[in-house]
């Protein structure tokens, strides 16, 4: 067993690129934290996520210091930034995307158990305060990531990406009715 080269690995995507043309959106809301919108915008481009709606914050992917997490891959991934969570689910929504918040609430359902394969736009919240309360009454559901360990949430940014993950799980292999 060998690592691939730059070569093996471009020849691997493109083969799991042509098993999908299902669409995934991204919206964050009032992500304050640098290095956790680059990190979310670095997985956003490795999972083909189209575009990315940056709401209610300062911090947007021009930031220098989103820049040194993202390391390049900004350039992948279309983004609007929004003065509201409202505005970004409008332009959501009238793009023809389905929204499904990760939070932690009383109705969420494990992510697992949502239906992912229509298009959809993953909303995450602030890093202490998560999705507001506006928000949640906005979005079509609310999926939660279950976990097993002592530690009650996950850093905003792994969140997202273990989202974004289960939504291309879903699209290459959808669950069962």
Request: proline share 5%.
């Amino acid at each position: 067993m060998k690592q691939l080269d730059s070569t093996g690995m471009k020849r691997l995507h493109r083969e799991w690129r042509r098993k999908t043309d299902a669409r995934l959106a991204l919206m964050v809301e009032g992500v304050q934290g640098p290095f956790n919108l680059g990190s979310m915008i670095r997985t956003a481009a490795a999972y083909r996520v189209e575009h990315l709606w940056v709401a209610a914050t300062d911090t947007v992917p021009t930031n220098p210091k989103v820049g040194k997490t993202a390391l390049g891959t900004d350039r992948y991934v279309e983004w609007t930034a929004t003065e509201t969570a409202n505005e970004a689910i409008g332009l959501a929504r009238k793009a023809g995307f389905r929204l499904v918040a990760i939070e932690l609430t009383d109705q969420a359902r494990p992510l697992d158990q949502v239906d992912l394969s229509v298009p959809t736009c993953l909303v995450l919240g602030h890093e202490d305060r998560g999705v507001t309360a506006a928000t949640l009454g906005a979005v079509d559901e609310v999926a939660f990531l279950p976990q097993l360990g002592k530690v009650g949430s996950l850093n905003v940014a792994t969140a997202g990406s273990i989202a974004m993950y289960e939504a291309r799980r879903q699209h290459l292999s959808p669950p069962a009715p």
